[in-house]
């Protein structure tokens, strides 16, 4: 089954889905390995770990579409990306999940905020038109090229609007074609049970951190938000919120070792080497390389059968020294003379038999204009008669 279709399948399943925020390769190999289902691209933990400024506009398409196709690519899981609000009009939607479907993900998420956006529990947003968020709707629908990409419509009009706009909002998107709904920033159990019992698509709900409230949304019980009818529950600041709690500690035993006359060591906050490897996937680097790597034996004997290779363009190798007595004007006398003269001096030399003496024999005479004459090299210098 298909990314797309699996995720389909696990929002329509009359189980919660459960997706924690996923924002880099550790995260989301976390979420894998410890037997999740699906993941949540969170758009806020890749402002804040990518750029390190908060989730208020600042990281745009082609940062956000960066870091999606990495997590798409290093997880297997079917994934719900992020795209704000598609960074324009329907048009710019159009494209954008063009984009992103191409990018690996099973979904995406746009939302009705005008740009630049800002994290839905924060104060000063604002909303677009909900007739311009339903032409964003369909511009998902007809851009995606598998039927089964998933498109979460989020509203963020409860903060703008009040309840009834949300309820107005949601409907609209779902009769445009949005396959999961979304408001963000409900204010309590009640608002949630509303939504999810009034909007005729599967409802979404934020949980933030998961494991701590926060001063909006209530902190709810999964068994709790299934019993009021939630389809799906998204964790975006979990892991982001226990990086940041976790990293100072590590800070904190590093000055206490700087201090300390002897080593210090705490396992206790830090995985080992061992564990970190294994968590990103160096088994499997391994293997392929035992698989695409030839054997030592077979890759000298390739060494050795190989031809000689020369660059296109490169010089010859360079000749040996022309000899005079090679030219066809000599005689065979004067260049059997030549030859054994040219051996003795060698033997003086100290050249043992079977050295290459070519070039070694005697100057060849200085002959006016280039010509050889037959009769010189009875009388050059070093040729007796």
Not at 28 to 54: C, D, Y
Not at 95 to 109: C, D, K, N, P, Y
Not at 229 to 234: D, E, K, R
Not at 356 to 365: E, F, I, K, L, S
Request: aromatic share 6%.
């Amino acid at each position: 089954m298909s990314h797309t279709a699996t995720l389909r399948t696990l929002i329509q399943s009359p189980e919660l889905l459960v997706m924690p925020g996923i924002f880099d390769g550790f995260s989301a190999r976390l979420v894998e390995q410890t037997g999740f289902a699906a993941g949540f691209i969170t758009g806020a933990g890749l402002s804040e770990t990518l750029l390190g400024w908060s989730d208020a506009g600042l990281m745009g398409f082609e940062l956000n579409l960066a870091a999606v196709t990495r997590l798409a690519a290093c997880c297997t899981l079917p994934l719900l990306a992020d795209a704000d609000t598609g960074y324009g009009n329907a048009v710019n939607v159009y494209h954008t999940t063009r984009a992103f479907e191409q990018a690996g993900v099973a979904g995406l998420m746009i939302e009705d905020q005008t740009w630049p956006k800002r994290c839905g529990h924060m104060q000063g947003k604002e909303v677009i038109p909900a007739e311009e968020m339903v032409e964003k709707v369909h511009a998902v629908c007809a851009a995606r090229r598998d039927p089964a990409f998933v498109l979460m419509a989020r509203t963020d009009a409860f903060a703008t609007h009040g309840l009834e706009e949300v309820l107005r909002r949601l409907t609209l998107y779902a009769e445009a074609g949005a396959d999961l709904l979304f408001a963000d920033t409900l204010v309590s159990e009640s608002d949630i049970a509303t939504v999810a019992r009034h909007v005729p698509k599967p409802l979404c709900v934020n949980m933030g951190f998961g494991i701590r409230s926060r001063a909006t949304t209530p902190l709810i019980a999964p068994a709790q938000l299934q019993a009021l009818g939630v389809a799906v529950v998204i964790y975006p600041w979990l892991l982001t919120a226990c990086a940041v709690q976790g990293m100072p500690h590590g800070i904190a035993a590093l000055r206490d070792a700087i201090r300390s006359p002897t080593v210090l060591e705490r396992p206790d906050l830090a995985v080992a080497f061992e564990e970190l490897n294994a968590l990103v996937g160096f088994a499997e680097v391994q293997a392929r390389e035992r698989r695409y790597t030839p054997p030592p034996a077979a890759s000298r004997r390739h060494r050795r059968s190989r031809p000689a290779r020369t660059l296109e363009g490169a010089h010859p190798p360079a000749r040996a020294e022309a000899r005079w007595w090679d030219h066809p004007s000599v005689g065979p006398g004067a260049q059997r003379r030549a030859l054994r003269r040219t051996a003795r001096q060698a033997s003086s030399a100290g050249l043992g038999r079977g050295t290459d003496v070519r070039g070694q024999g005697p100057q060849a005479p200085q002959v006016p204009h280039g010509r050889l004459d037959v009769g010189l090299p009875h009388t050059s210098p070093g040729c007796s008669p």
